[in-house]
């Protein structure tokens, strides 16, 4: 089902009885008709493994389902709303981002540290993501948070795209990424800030970066 912005902090989904979709819990702001709102005891992103892999790395955003006929308005924390539409494609984006999204959409989780090993495991932790990262994957839009608007970058594997860490949102396609220093290690002594990283993603796809360095 595909999301109407009202504005940049808010958007409107309609429901059709049989659909189903996902929020994070706290996220409606109004609604008319016949909808209810129910937690998702399941674990949301990839099922009941997926929620006790996040539940024991403090990772787990608990999620509603809802379902219904009627019309409902979704924002949260005043945050930019960014809405991404798949086409068959993997979204991979952090699960404390994720506002809403089609209940068709196949939820996964997958472990940092299988893109890039030890790195990987870096990237999660310099760019604030953690150790695991949700990939949501088919055909239906998802309306991601961030700070202060979103900008669309393609990635193509003529043109790769470095990203500052801190300002990832998300990416979609068939990406690869790695986390590289941009400076070298006795440059980043008390360094604090993620511009001592670069983010590499190369391949086919899309990545989705924020005007700000401040996570949620």
């Known amino acids: 089902m595909p999301f109407r912005e009202i504005n940049s902090k808010m958007v409107e989904a309609t429901l059709s ?3 189903k979709m996902f ?5 409606m702001l109004a609604y008319k008709g016949d909808v209810t709102f129910t937690p998702n005891l399941q674990g949301g992103q990839g099922g009941l493994m997926s929620m006790i892999g996040r539940r024991v790395a403090n990772e787990a955003t608990p999620l509603m389902s809802v379902e219904g006929s009627g019309t409902v308005m979704f924002g ?3 945050h930019h709303i ?3 539409n798949l086409q068959g494609d993997t979204l991979y984006v952090e ?9 068709t959409l196949q939820q996964g989780t997958m472990f940092m540290g299988s893109q890039g090993g ?3 495991m870096v990237r999660g932790q310099v760019s604030g993501q953690g150790l695991f990262t949700t990939t949501l994957k088919g055909h239906g839009a998802v309306a991601v948070m961030a700070h202060g608007g979103v900008i669309e970058l393609p990635i193509t594997p003529q043109r790769p795209v470095h990203v500052d860490p801190q300002a990832y949102v998300a990416h979609h396609g068939d990406v690869r990424n790695k986390l590289s220093a941009a400076l070298g290690w006795r440059d980043m002594v008390g360094r604090g800030s993620g511009e001592a990283f670069q983010l590499e993603l190369s391949g086919s796809g899309a990545v989705y970066v ?4 401040e996570k949620l």
């Open 82 to 84: 960014q809405v991404i």
């Open 95 to 103: 699960a404390d981002r994720l506002l809403a999204f089609d209940g």
């Open 210 to 213: 924020q005007a700000s360095e």
């Open 17 to 19: 009885p049989g659909q």
């Open 76 to 78: 949260h924390g005043g």
């Open 23 to 27: 929020s994070q819990r706290g996220a």
């Open 118 to 120: 030890v790195m990987g």
